[in-house]
């Protein structure tokens, strides 16, 4: 079953990524670290509940959102194979 994603999980994602490239720009403190900690933590919660409320593995929800933040292309190409194939079946 293909993982629909929210744009608030991308988001998410989008903002941790954003905090950690930030945060290791620099040398470490505590202070710097900390809205990338926070960020991945709302990105870890929100990943959690949307498996649970999908019945989806919270390991291939998180998967598939770090694929869709890190490699849009390779996304966008996932997501266009497998809607091929879906037409294929009908």
Do not use: C
């Amino acid at each position: 079953m293909p993982i629909e994603l929210s744009d608030e999980l991308i988001q998410l994602q989008q903002a941790a990524v954003a905090a950690q490239q930030e945060a290791q720009s620099g040398p470490y403190s505590a202070e710097a670290w900390g809205p990338w900690l926070e960020a991945a933590q709302a990105s870890q919660a929100a990943i959690t509940e949307h498996a649970e409320a999908t019945s989806q593995s919270r390991f291939d929800v998180e998967a598939e959102v770090k694929l869709a933040v890190l490699n849009p292309e390779g996304y966008a190409e996932k997501k266009r194979k497998e809607a091929e194939k879906a037409a294929a079946k009908k």
